[in-house]
């Protein structure tokens, strides 16, 4: 076991292996995911890059539903932009899982 000095002088964190504790890689993962997500919501915007000339009945055609989607897309990034910034904003509070 590791131990090490906490912010109070009479405070120590002791590590133990293999006891709770979220993985390094499992940060990684969330951020891949969160990545591959926001690329997926910018091609759900472009329509997947394609040009459609036919007005056939389009389900995302108008302006409501372009501010739905660049809704969900704003509150989607910063809620992603909060889980990043929040330790350093709050650093009394435990984010733990």
Same mark, same amino acid.
């Given at each position: 076991?590791?131990?090490?000095?906490? !912010?109070? #002088?009479?405070?120590?964190?002791?590590?133990? #292996?293999?006891?709770?504790? #979220? +993985?390094? &890689?499992?940060?990684? *993962?969330? @951020? =891949?995911v969160m990545l591959l997500l926001s690329f997926y919501l910018a091609m759900l915007l472009s329509n997947w890059? +394609?040009? +459609?000339? $036919? &007005?056939?009945?389009? @389900? &995302?055609?108008? =302006?409501?539903?372009?501010?739905? +989607?660049?809704? /969900? $897309?704003? =509150?989607? !990034?910063?809620?992603? =932009?909060? /889980?990043?910034?929040? #330790?350093?904003?709050?650093? *009394?509070?435990?984010?733990?899982?």
């Amino acid at each position: 076991t590791a131990a090490t000095r906490g !912010s109070a #002088p009479d405070q120590i964190k002791v590590d133990i #292996p293999g006891e709770g504790g #979220p +993985q390094a &890689d499992s940060y990684w *993962n969330y @951020h =891949l995911v969160m990545l591959l997500l926001s690329f997926y919501l910018a091609m759900l915007l472009s329509n997947w890059a +394609q040009r +459609q000339d $036919s &007005d056939d009945q389009r @389900h &995302d055609a108008g =302006l409501a539903s372009a501010w739905v +989607q660049l809704g /969900t $897309s704003w =509150l989607c !990034s910063l809620l992603y =932009l909060w /889980t990043l910034i929040a #330790p350093a904003l709050c650093p *009394n509070r435990d984010f733990g899982v």
